[in-house]
């Protein structure tokens, strides 16, 4: 993680003509002053980028992706599985967030791509 906030507070923050001009906190959150927005977005990709690429989703997760993909909604899911609705959102929002995915298609999707939910 060290070497991630390196490159982002060499990469992050340069300007122009000048060399280290701030912090790197304001452009690891995106504000930096309303300048450079499009490097911290290339640099905010770059990160997602590689922790989704090492995501391991838990055995509830695959399952509940598996069902998704499926058809099945979370209610549906929650009555195949026994959890409340709840809990199978839940689980679907840590795989969205796992495998940097925008929505639950999404998640299914790239979950399908790495290999991590088989059907029989």
């Not at 122009?16 to 959150?29: L, N």
């Not at 509830?60 to 899911?77: D, F, H, N, P, Q």
């Not at 967030?97 to 088989?118: D, F, P, W, Y």
Request: proline residues 2%; positive net charge; aromatic residues 10%.
């Amino acid at each position: 993680m060290r070497l991630l906030f390196n490159i982002i507070f060499i990469i992050g923050i340069r300007g122009p003509h000048e060399t280290m001009v701030c912090d790197p906190i304001p452009a690891f959150f995106g504000s930096f002053l309303g300048r450079k927005r499009w490097e911290v977005r290339m640099i905010s990709n770059a990160l997602e980028t590689h922790f989704a690429s090492k995501a391991v989703l838990s055995n509830r997760e695959c399952e509940v992706l598996r069902w998704a993909a499926e058809g099945k909604t979370s209610y549906e899911i929650g009555l195949i599985l026994g959890l409340t609705e709840r809990t199978i959102n839940f689980h679907i929002a840590r795989s969205i967030v796992k495998l940097g995915a925008s929505n639950k298609t999404n998640a299914v999707v790239k979950a399908m791509q790495r290999g991590l939910i088989e059907f029989a």
